[in-house]
């Protein structure tokens, strides 16, 4: 960490979006992870997205649980509400506050240890009930805060900084996240931001479940010869599929693509993904040639990145369950609790 | 782009704007942190051996360096330099003894003509190295136009009376009241070397009517101060005009309120805008009820009797011309009249060399400027230099110490047997300002106070006392606050690409947004690209060699806070905070020879 606050002056020419607002407006308190954290970039990558996307930093909540990436909710949007929550929880305590207040945007922040290890179970029924919210995993295959031991994620073969050897399966949280029916699933690399950031921006644009996995090197434990999570390793197998643009309103996409190298998928509140076909052949609208996708490249050792799947008319919670459209903040008290004679009639329907 | 070099001695030199604005180049941030610190006695050295004459300069100077300052990019306005330069004068310990000494003898003879800020210089540098220096000035005490010409309410004789004595005291000798008449006499008079620092002792005169019939009550400004300072002019009438728009004028304008001028007014042919003075002074004779009209050219001084009464104006207004030339037209309007007893000419300064006899081997220009060297100062005549406004026309005090420097320089190696085409390059230390993970031997943390206002002498006890100075200086605590709002910019953010791993960390914690990691190119283009606008294309891009990824660093100096906070947040130390001094090369440099040493 640092010891004096970022300097509070920015750039005199900086651009400001739709509200008034430049990036630094979206900014939190000054990180105190280690330097060159991978997840600090991923913090960055959040605060541009919500910058280009003129959000406004009210309609957020940031969720998270407990390790290194949970601590990042800190260190982005300070004027957003947050919740960090006890290990591995995020899922759940997420869930609830959607199901309170369908408004917010919500940002679920958690690492490898919180959701392949202890909150496993709580990622895994997340996704498979459709929570509209974008759900991100901070992933550096080791226990950061506890120096260094292998996660879940870690790669069956890879070595640790002391040299030992994993010789436990990894979980694939993208694999799952396709199986389990997320609606939106990228994986993307900390160290590419120009990837990320669009990716970030259309998952928070995505009503449904969004899943990222963002690879994101652990300097002080996990960037050494050895490691599939340093940035070289990622660099050299980095397998994109695509690059995504984000366009939001009606304005044509003026872009110069080659023609048929470019596929626009439109989701349900009129954002626009331009998508850019790197790999001719992948088809982002095939949950199942996903998996495959994922599953032949993963044993040639490559990390297969971009925006894998995506269902533009995906449904949330909310649909599945013929929620009330209001928050339940905004109802008063005889709506909230109707009273016995209502419940007496539930109950009554109900024998 | 190809990567920066950044151990040729300008780069990092030009990173710190004020230095490298200063004609002296003054290590400014330097001694704002010694000021800072409370060594006040360290910073005035640094300053005594850069510009020789801090105090004054403190109160007088043009400041060249502060509109170059990077914080007047970060926010409104730059670091009040000049006065913390005040500071370190006004609260420094006794230093005579840090002074060097006169040295030994070495048998060789100066002649200075002139006892301003150029001649000084020469001396001060000389003196020690064995030269016998000997300074003539027509007036009885030394200091030329610092004395005679700047109003004893922005620069008190106790102030001039110190810094030129320690110039005075090493060894030089100084012949008041002896005004050099002819060149050529001094030149049979066999000194080793002859250094010009007369100035530009004219006013120039404006030439229209009734200027003759009403010369009574006409004044030409310079003259007029200098009988101020002298005292031989000791009131004015109750109605003033000051014609002309530089700092002569603010002076005048100024000096005539504390002589009985009730209603003084300035009036300018140009804009308000584009008037030559500081905007400092401007606002300082504004403050003292002076008001100053603009686009008014005088046609005609009204007389009665052989008893001025006014000065008739033609109104103007500015056009431009396709090439974005300001021409002043007349508006149509029609003339007026203002009424006054008194008015004070200060519309330029001349140079005048009639003593310089035409036999003495000195070539002049179409302009009648002797022509002389802009680098080492000599003039047609290799035994005779010039330096300050006798050479290039009117600037001001940081300009003649800076010619006295190189003069003297010049004068040095030709004594010695020297080329004085040759110049030495400066001495650059280098050096990591790192102490721990976070810690630096600098304060880093950045201070967003706006500019500490200087505190001023009451108005209405000012303008009874002619010598009482106006500003009264920051305290301590005033000027701790300004010095806290430099940028440190001599540390500078070094970075080595071949420890780059490409984390971003830098890229993500950088306040100004000044780093972009891309594809090189060509700069037009690189800089269409970087992370943040690039206006200031005069401030320099820092591109790195190749990275492993293909890409290059690039950091845009322009706005850099110099916060360290790349380094802090960088975990390979690819980025460092090196504090960069660069040592002006002056008379006596250790380092004489041709040697460049850097990062």
């Given at each position: 960490m640092?010891?004096?606050?970022?300097?509070?002056?920015?750039?005199?020419g900086?651009?400001?979006n739709?509200?008034?607002?430049?990036?630094?407006?979206?900014?939190?308190?000054?990180?105190?992870?280690?330097?060159?954290?991978?997840?600090?970039?991923?913090?960055?990558?959040?605060?541009?997205?919500?910058?280009?996307?003129?959000?406004?930093?009210?309609?957020?909540?940031?969720?998270?649980?407990?390790g290194?990436s949970?601590?990042?909710?800190?260190?982005?949007?300070?004027?957003?509400?947050?919740?960090?929550?006890?290990?591995?929880?995020?899922?759940?305590?997420?869930?609830?506050?959607?199901l309170?207040?369908?408004?917010?945007?919500?940002?679920?922040?958690?690492?490898?240890?919180?959701?392949?290890?202890?909150?496993f179970?709580?990622?895994?029924?997340?996704?498979?009930?459709?929570?509209?919210?974008?759900?991100?995993?901070?992933?550096?295959?080791?226990y950061?805060?506890?120096?260094g031991?292998?996660?879940?994620?870690?790669?069956?073969?890879?070595?640790s900084?002391k040299?030992?050897?994993?010789?436990?399966?990894?979980?694939?949280l993208?694999?799952?996240?396709?199986?389990l029916?997320?609606?939106?699933?990228?994986?993307s690399?900390?160290?590419?931001?120009?990837?990320?950031?669009?990716?970030?921006?259309?998952?928070?644009?995505?009503?449904?479940?969004?899943?990222?996995?963002?690879?994101?090197?652990?300097?002080?434990?996990?960037?050494?010869?050895g490691?599939?999570?340093?940035?070289?390793y990622?660099?050299?197998?980095?397998?994109?599929?695509?690059?995504?643009?984000?366009?939001?309103?009606?304005?044509?996409?003026?872009?110069?693509?080659?023609?048929g190298?470019v596929?626009?998928?439109?989701?349900?509140?009129?954002?626009?993904?331009?998508?850019?076909?790197?790999?001719?052949?992948?088809?982002?609208?095939?949950?199942?040639?996903?998996?495959?996708?994922?599953?032949?490249?993963?044993a040639?050792?490559?990390?297969?990145?971009?925006?894998?799947?995506?269902?533009?008319?995906?449904e949330?919670?909310?649909?599945?369950?013929?929620?009330?459209?209001?928050p339940?903040?905004?109802?008063?008290?005889?709506?909230?609790?109707?009273?016995?004679?209502?419940?007496?009639?539930?109950?009554?329907?109900?024998? | 782009m190809?990567?920066?070099?950044?151990?040729?001695?300008?780069?990092?030199?030009?990173?710190?704007?004020?230095?490298?604005?200063?004609?002296?180049?003054?290590?400014?941030?330097?001694?704002?942190?010694?000021?800072?610190?409370?060594?006040?006695?360290d910073?005035?050295?640094?300053?005594?051996?850069?510009?020789?004459?801090?105090?004054?300069?403190?109160?007088?100077?043009?400041?060249?360096?502060?509109?170059?300052?990077?914080?007047?990019?970060?926010?409104?306005?730059?670091?009040?330099?000049?006065?913390?330069?005040r500071?370190?004068?006004?609260?420094?310990?006794?230093?005579?003894?840090?002074?060097?000494?006169?040295?030994?003898?070495?048998?060789?003879?100066?002649?200075?003509v002139?006892?301003?800020?150029?001649?000084?210089?020469?001396?001060?540098?000389?003196?020690?190295?064995?030269?016998h220096?000997?300074?003539?000035?027509?007036?009885?005490?030394?200091g030329?136009?610092?004395r005679?010409?700047?109003?004893?309410?922005?620069?008190?004789?106790?102030?001039i009376?110190?810094?030129?004595?320690?110039?005075?005291?090493?060894?030089?000798?100084?012949?008041?009241g002896?005004?050099?008449?002819?060149?050529?006499?001094?030149l049979?008079?066999?000194?080793?070397?002859?250094?010009?620092g007369?100035?530009?002792?004219?006013?120039?005169?404006?030439?229209?009517?009734?200027?003759?019939?009403?010369?009574?009550?006409?004044?030409?400004?310079?003259?007029?101060?200098?009988?101020?300072?002298?005292?031989?002019?000791?009131?004015?009438?109750?109605?003033?005009?000051?014609?002309?728009g530089?700092?002569t004028?603010?002076?005048?304008?100024?000096?005539?309120?504390?002589?009985?001028?009730?209603?003084?007014k300035?009036?300018?042919?140009?804009?308000?805008?584009?008037?030559?003075?500081?905007?400092?002074?401007?606002?300082?004779?504004?403050?003292?009820?002076?008001?100053?009209?603009?686009?008014?050219?005088?046609?005609?001084?009204?007389?009665v009797?052989?008893?001025?009464?006014?000065v008739t104006?033609?109104?103007?207004?500015?056009?431009?011309?396709?090439k974005?030339?300001?021409?002043?037209?007349?508006?149509?309007?029609?003339d007026?009249?203002?009424?006054?007893?008194?008015?004070?000419?200060?519309?330029?300064?001349?140079n005048?060399?009639?003593?310089?006899?035409?036999d003495c081997?000195?070539?002049?220009?179409?302009?009648?400027?002797?022509?002389?060297?802009?680098?080492?100062?000599?003039?047609?005549?290799?035994?005779?230099?010039f330096g300050?406004?006798?050479?290039?026309?009117?600037?001001?005090?940081?300009?003649?110490?800076?010619?006295?420097?190189?003069?003297?320089?010049?004068?040095?190696?030709m004594?010695?047997?020297?080329?004085?085409?040759?110049?030495?390059?400066?001495?650059?230390?280098?050096?990591?300002?790192?102490?721990?993970?976070?810690?630096?031997?600098?304060?880093?943390?950045?201070?967003?106070?706006?500019?500490?206002?200087?505190?001023?002498?009451?108005?209405?006890i000012?303008?009874?006392?002619?010598?009482?100075?106006?500003?009264?200086?920051?305290?301590l605590?005033l000027?701790?606050g300004?010095?806290?709002?430099?940028l440190?910019?001599?540390?500078?953010?070094?970075?080595?690409?071949?420890?780059?791993?490409?984390?971003?960390?830098?890229?993500?914690?950088?306040?100004?947004?000044?780093?972009?990691?891309?594809?090189?190119?060509?700069?037009?283009?690189?800089?269409?690209?970087?992370?943040a606008?690039?206006?200031?294309?005069d401030?320099?891009?820092?591109?790195?060699g190749?990275?492993?990824?293909?890409?290059?660093?690039?950091?845009?100096?322009d706005?850099?806070?110099?916060?360290?906070?790349?380094?802090?947040?960088?975990?390979?130390?690819a980025?460092d905070?090196?504090?960069?001094?660069?040592?002006?090369?002056?008379?006596?440099?250790?380092?004489q020879s041709k040697?460049?040493?850097?990062?």
């Amino acid at each position: 960490m640092t010891y004096i606050a970022k300097p509070k002056f920015h750039h005199p020419g900086l651009k400001k979006n739709e509200l008034g607002y430049t990036h630094r407006d979206y900014e939190g308190k000054i990180s105190t992870l280690c330097a060159g954290c991978g997840h600090d970039s991923i913090t960055a990558s959040i605060i541009e997205a919500c910058y280009e996307l003129s959000i406004e930093p009210h309609r957020v909540a940031k969720i998270s649980g407990i390790g290194c990436s949970s601590k990042t909710p800190d260190y982005f949007l300070g004027n957003s509400h947050g919740f960090n929550s006890v290990h591995g929880r995020m899922p759940s305590v997420l869930t609830g506050a959607n199901l309170a207040n369908r408004d917010l945007i919500y940002l679920g922040v958690s690492g490898d240890g919180d959701s392949a290890s202890i909150g496993f179970g709580q990622f895994a029924h997340s996704i498979r009930r459709a929570v509209n919210m974008t759900y991100i995993v901070e992933n550096n295959g080791v226990y950061g805060l506890t120096k260094g031991q292998f996660s879940a994620t870690a790669d069956r073969g890879s070595k640790s900084k002391k040299g030992v050897t994993n010789t436990d399966n990894a979980i694939d949280l993208v694999a799952i996240a396709l199986q389990l029916g997320a609606t939106f699933v990228a994986r993307s690399f900390s160290g590419d931001k120009t990837q990320l950031v669009p990716l970030i921006a259309a998952a928070i644009r995505h009503k449904g479940a969004s899943f990222i996995d963002v690879i994101s090197p652990c300097i002080a434990f996990n960037n050494h010869a050895g490691s599939t999570k340093s940035f070289d390793y990622v660099r050299e197998h980095n397998d994109a599929v695509n690059r995504l643009d984000v366009l939001v309103g009606r304005e044509p996409i003026s872009v110069d693509y080659a023609p048929g190298t470019v596929q626009v998928v439109e989701q349900h509140d009129g954002t626009r993904l331009a998508l850019r076909k790197l790999d001719a052949d992948y088809d982002p609208h095939d949950r199942l040639g996903a998996q495959t996708f994922l599953q032949k490249h993963a044993a040639k050792g490559q990390i297969v990145t971009g925006l894998l799947y995506v269902d533009p008319d995906a449904e949330d919670l909310h649909t599945h369950l013929d929620t009330v459209e209001t928050p339940l903040n905004t109802m008063d008290e005889k709506a909230l609790c109707p009273g016995s004679a209502v419940l007496d009639k539930i109950n009554a329907s109900l024998r | 782009m190809k990567p920066t070099d950044i151990s040729a001695p300008d780069y990092f030199h030009k990173v710190v704007d004020c230095q490298w604005a200063c004609p002296a180049h003054t290590p400014v941030p330097e001694y704002i942190r010694l000021i800072a610190e409370g060594r006040y006695s360290d910073a005035y050295m640094i300053n005594w051996k850069s510009n020789v004459f801090p105090g004054i300069l403190g109160r007088t100077c043009d400041r060249p360096c502060e509109p170059a300052c990077r914080r007047g990019r970060v926010e409104e306005t730059p670091v009040a330099i000049c006065r913390l330069k005040r500071v370190a004068a006004d609260f420094k310990d006794d230093i005579k003894h840090r002074l060097p000494k006169p040295g030994p003898k070495n048998g060789k003879r100066i002649a200075l003509v002139g006892g301003g800020p150029a001649s000084l210089a020469v001396a001060r540098d000389l003196a020690p190295l064995g030269y016998h220096c000997t300074v003539f000035d027509g007036d009885p005490k030394a200091g030329g136009m610092m004395r005679s010409q700047i109003p004893k309410f922005r620069l008190p004789d106790s102030v001039i009376d110190e810094e030129t004595d320690y110039v005075l005291n090493l060894g030089v000798e100084f012949k008041g009241g002896q005004r050099i008449d002819s060149l050529k006499q001094l030149l049979s008079e066999n000194y080793d070397a002859i250094f010009v620092g007369s100035g530009a002792p004219r006013g120039r005169e404006l030439d229209i009517p009734g200027r003759k019939e009403a010369a009574a009550n006409i004044h030409i400004g310079i003259e007029w101060l200098s009988n101020v300072s002298f005292g031989h002019v000791e009131k004015i009438g109750r109605r003033v005009i000051v014609l002309g728009g530089g700092n002569t004028a603010m002076d005048c304008c100024r000096t005539a309120r504390r002589l009985g001028g009730e209603s003084v007014k300035v009036i300018v042919r140009s804009g308000f805008e584009e008037m030559k003075a500081s905007p400092w002074e401007k606002e300082d004779a504004l403050h003292e009820d002076i008001p100053i009209l603009n686009y008014m050219v005088p046609v005609a001084f009204k007389h009665v009797a052989g008893k001025l009464i006014g000065v008739t104006f033609q109104k103007v207004k500015a056009e431009y011309d396709a090439k974005g030339r300001r021409n002043l037209v007349p508006s149509g309007e029609p003339d007026e009249t203002v009424s006054c007893d008194d008015v004070l000419v200060a519309v330029g300064q001349e140079n005048a060399f009639p003593w310089i006899e035409a036999d003495c081997g000195i070539e002049f220009d179409k302009w009648h400027m002797p022509k002389v060297d802009p680098k080492t100062f000599v003039s047609t005549n290799p035994k005779v230099f010039f330096g300050g406004d006798a050479a290039f026309g009117p600037k001001n005090i940081i300009w003649a110490v800076a010619h006295g420097h190189d003069a003297a320089l010049s004068i040095h190696r030709m004594l010695s047997g020297e080329d004085i085409n040759e110049r030495p390059l400066p001495e650059v230390h280098v050096s990591s300002q790192k102490m721990g993970i976070h810690e630096w031997s600098y304060d880093n943390d950045i201070s967003t106070d706006k500019r500490f206002k200087v505190p001023h002498r009451d108005k209405v006890i000012a303008l009874k006392d002619i010598r009482a100075e106006v500003e009264l200086g920051y305290d301590l605590k005033l000027a701790l606050g300004e010095a806290e709002r430099c940028l440190n910019c001599d540390v500078q953010t070094v970075f080595s690409a071949p420890l780059c791993i490409e984390c971003d960390a830098c890229v993500d914690i950088c306040p100004m947004d000044c780093i972009t990691f891309t594809e090189n190119g060509e700069e037009d283009d690189v800089r269409q690209r970087l992370k943040a606008p690039s206006p200031h294309h005069d401030q320099a891009l820092y591109v790195s060699g190749d990275l492993k990824t293909g890409r290059v660093m690039v950091k845009d100096e322009d706005v850099c806070l110099h916060c360290g906070l790349c380094a802090e947040r960088c975990p390979t130390g690819a980025w460092d905070m090196q504090k960069y001094l660069i040592d002006m090369v002056q008379a006596g440099s250790t380092c004489q020879s041709k040697a460049r040493s850097a990062a």
